[in-house]
């Protein structure tokens, strides 16, 4: 059975940066959002929707034509969020099994649970969040205050808790369902990386 670390992480943490560095540190592969277009691809929703969806976020759609009603609205939504979640159960089990890796988010935990993955968990308090942030915005991206930046990292945080809790069953972040939980505040990840690489190796 191939090696898999799941990598869970609150927004701003660091977790995406942590696990594309593990993953470089033991020469295995990275996974994050090659998943989004793959679902994509299988679901033939857009990026952008099949992502909204992940973070518990989709857009609603309203009935465009007459005699369509909100309950029909309503299970329609739902029905392309299991056709996302199955999809994505779909490609995370056919990475698993084509090599060792490395899986960002997706509730890749949970779903690869028979493939007996190692599981971590990045955090970090508010403030420091708050502060790797406002100092990574990407070019183009909208500028934010540091009160913003907190609504919207509790925001994504609420989001990927509700969306984790109703495929998984269990708390997002609860440290009973990770095998190393791994707090990044005021921490440089590429210092850290090397470190835990060592359980890996």
């Not at 999809?87 to 028979?114: F, W």
């Not at 007996?116 to 990407?138: M, Q, T, W």
């Not at 183009?140 to 945080?157: A, F, P, T, W």
Request: contains cysteine; charged residues 35%; hydrophobic residues 35%.
């Amino acid at each position: 059975m191939n090696r898999i670390i799941t990598i869970g992480r609150e927004f701003g943490s660091g977790g995406r940066e942590f696990g594309r560095r593990l993953a470089e540190e033991l020469g295995i592969e990275y996974y994050d959002k090659e998943i989004v277009k793959e679902i994509s691809k299988h679901t033939k929703l857009s990026e952008e929707y099949v992502q909204q969806i992940i973070e518990h976020t989709p857009h609603r759609l309203y009935p465009i034509t007459i005699g369509h009603s909100m309950s029909y609205v309503e299970d329609y939504s739902f029905s392309q969020a299991q056709a996302v979640f199955q999809a994505q159960a779909k490609i995370l089990k056919e990475l698993a099994e084509k090599s060792d890796c490395v899986i960002v988010g997706r509730c890749a935990d949970y779903i690869l649970k028979d493939y007996k993955p190692f599981d971590i968990f990045v955090y970090a308090d508010l403030d420091s969040r708050v502060k790797r942030c406002l100092e990574r915005r990407a070019e183009g991206e909208e500028v934010l205050s540091e009160k913003q930046m907190r609504r919207k990292i509790k925001k994504i945080d609420r989001n990927r808790a509700k969306y984790y809790s109703f495929y998984a069953g269990r708390k997002w972040g609860d440290k009973s369902n990770y095998d190393l939980c791994i707090n990044t505040t005021d921490t440089v990840i590429k210092d850290l990386v090397p470190v835990i690489a060592k359980i890996f190796k």
